[in-house]
């Protein structure tokens, strides 16, 4: 499922116009981003969890030289699926 089909089952299941839906699945997604470059995280409960993971700086090789290269610490977003999102998979 893409964006758009996101966009689809959305208007389908509320019975909002395409365009709404659109404008409600992008206001999420910006919410969500929002939150997690501020620092903060976003609980749902029932489905799962964002935050923001930090990674430590490490060192590794380059693929095609071998030579070894550091790799910056950075800031990565994290998703921890709730209890009944895991249920409904399995």
Request: glycine content about 12%; proline content about 3%.
């Amino acid at each position: 499922m893409n964006k758009n089909d996101l966009i689809g089952a959305v208007a389908a299941s509320s019975g909002l116009s395409k365009n709404d839906a659109s404008g409600a699945v992008e206001g999420v997604f910006d919410a969500i981003t929002n939150a997690l470059s501020s620092g903060d995280e976003v609980r749902l409960v029932g489905f799962g969890t964002f935050s923001v993971a930090k990674r430590k700086a490490s060192t590794g090789r380059n693929p095609r030289t071998g030579e070894p290269m550091t790799i910056k610490a950075s800031n990565q977003p994290k998703f921890k699926a709730g209890k009944g999102l895991k249920d409904s998979v399995n």
